[in-house]
């Protein structure tokens, strides 16, 4: 799998919007972008993934560089419940089905939320 | 609605004693099934995954093991364990075609 790069640690304030970047220059034309978030003490969950166009759901938006090399993932307004490990990861579709649950995840960007 | 049970949350073991970890799946068939371990401060690492009953793929050389008696039930076990085996174990299952995976809520294992 091509591999991501993320800031160790980010901080945020509460209510305000953070942008959490992540570097894949070595991306192939069927990987997929998909970030997951750990909260303390906690499996990982699934936040949003995309391809090529900008992605929105109710958790968060995922921008896309044209280039597709780096991607941001948006949260509009941070709560402390956000605070939590966010990893960027990079899975290939045309690796077959039984391999695509096979998420190799690196070391994330640690998220602080101050109230 | 899918849901995972993963026990127990936490276990405190001795060196060289027996392990077995039960993770079950509800709500969905044949679904992919894998078993990572983070260690503290680390990212995950996957151990196993299996995409069947007793069809099971070990991603690194290790001293567990692990088993697939049922369609939505995934065994993670050793018969004595290290202490480099500590760590927060997680399982997880996804549908193929899917991407998503889905995992339970761990457990913290530590061997003294």
């Known amino acids: 799998d091509a591999k991501t790069t993320q800031p160790n640690s980010m901080e945020s304030n509460e209510e305000e919007p953070v942008h959490l970047p992540c570097n894949h220059s070595?991306?192939?034309?069927?990987?997929?972008i998909h970030w997951y978030r750990q909260l303390p003490s906690q499996g990982p969950e699934y936040v949003i993934h995309?391809?090529?166009s900008n992605v929105n759901n109710r958790m968060a938006s995922l921008a896309i560089a044209e280039d597709r090399k780096s991607s941001t993932l948006i949260l509009h307004r941070a709560t402390l419940r956000d605070a939590a490990v966010y990893y960027c990861i990079l899975r290939d579709l045309n690796a077959g089905g039984t391999s695509y649950g096979k998420l190799t995840f690196g070391q994330g960007t640690i998220l602080t939320v101050h109230p | 609605s899918q849901t995972i049970h993963q026990w127990p949350a936490t276990l405190v073991q001795p060196v060289g004693s027996p392990l077995s970890l039960e993770c079950t799946v509800e709500?969905?068939?044949?679904?992919?099934l894998y078993w990572y371990r983070q260690a503290a401060g680390r990212g995950l690492q996957l151990l196993f995954y299996s995409i069947g009953i007793d069809q099971i793929s070990s991603e690194v050389p290790q001293n567990l093991s692990a088993s697939r008696p049922q369609d939505r039930q995934f065994i993670l076990s050793s018969k004595k364990l290290l202490l480099s085996d500590s760590g927060f174990y997680l399982c997880a299952w996804s549908v193929g075609g899917n991407g998503e995976l889905f995992f339970g809520s761990g457990t913290q294992l530590s061997v003294l």
């Open positions: 070595t991306i192939s034309g069927t990987d997929y």
């Open positions: 995309g391809l090529t």
């Open positions: 709500g969905t068939s044949n679904p992919n």
